[in-house]
């Protein structure tokens, strides 16, 4: 017996803003989209490690300062070349005070520090559904 292979894309969603990952997952879920969320980066990263997400969802702002933006580098060096691969989008009030630029997109990852952010997309708190869902649609490819 063949199983089929499914089409339901996954997004996680790392935010200790519950509010927000709640309201996040209701807009995707509703878009079909498969959503697991993490409070925090440790927890994220033994998530996306236990299932690989399509795309992540990041608040860069965590408990731990700029928890965040050291996730997204350990992601891009992680050893399982699925996770390095993976689509990150950056929701955060950080910009307001720290301006970021994401990587291009036909980037390598060879960055160093003071240069792009590994990311795909920067979104600023508060965002709008609409455009949050037009992201995440754009890197999964559905869009």
Not at 34 to 40: E, G, M, N, P, W
Not at 57 to 75: C, I, K, R
Not at 96 to 120: C, H, K, M, N
Request: hydrophobic share 40%; glycine share 6%.
């Amino acid at each position: 017996m063949c199983s089929a292979i499914s089409s339901v894309k996954r997004v996680l969603i790392i935010d200790g803003d519950t509010e927000f990952a709640a309201e996040t997952q209701e807009i995707l879920e509703r878009d079909s989209i498969s959503v697991t969320r993490a409070t925090c980066c440790a927890e994220g990263m033994l998530a996306a490690e236990s299932e690989p997400p399509d795309a992540i969802v990041l608040e860069a702002m965590l408990p731990n300062g700029t928890e965040g933006f050291h996730f997204v580098w350990n992601l891009r060096q992680h050893r399982d070349q699925r996770l390095r691969d993976v689509p990150v989008i950056i929701v955060s009030h950080i910009n307001g005070t720290i301006p970021f630029r994401v990587s291009p997109s036909d980037s390598d990852w060879e960055y160093g520090p003071g240069e792009f952010l590994p990311a795909q997309c920067f979104l600023d708190k508060p965002v709008e559904p609409e455009e949050l869902l037009e992201q995440v649609r754009g890197v999964l490819g559905r869009g």
